[in-house]
């Protein structure tokens, strides 16, 4: 069973910086497409940023050169490092771990605020 345990959200002032953290256990990580999704209250889940196996990542137009993806397979761990945060930026972010149809996993959420 693959379980998928985000950390790292948190308040923060607009211009600030959080870094999400995402490990993963009992899959196949290193072989996964990682990703991060957020929803914001009243809003449907969108992407945020994901990176494959080979390392290429893909980034929403609202968060390129301000959030970096990044993962370590010798952790099996998946990370956000966010900056120049926006009040917009208020959401719950989801950890998603995919490889094929039928092995697509979801971590709880983390929330992360952002203030004005």
């Known amino acids: 069973q693959v379980q998928l345990v985000e950390s790292g959200g948190g308040l923060v002032q607009a211009g600030g910086s959080l870094r999400l953290s995402c490990a993963a256990s009992?899959?196949?990580?290193?072989?996964?497409?990682m990703g991060w999704y957020r929803q914001a209250p009243g809003k449907q889940r969108e992407l945020v940023a994901t990176?494959?196996?080979?390392?290429?990542?893909n980034y929403a137009d609202s968060v390129k050169g301000r959030f970096i993806i990044s993962r370590d397979n010798a952790k099996n761990a998946v990370y956000l490092q966010m900056n120049s945060l926006k009040p917009e930026d208020t959401a719950v972010y989801y950890c998603?771990?995919?490889?094929?149809?039928?092995?697509?996993?979801w971590g709880q959420g983390t929330q992360v605020t952002v203030s004005s």
């Open positions: 998603n771990s995919y490889y094929v149809p039928g092995y697509d996993y």
């Open positions: 009992g899959g196949i990580f290193s072989r996964t497409r």
């Open positions: 990176i494959t196996s080979g390392g290429s990542t």
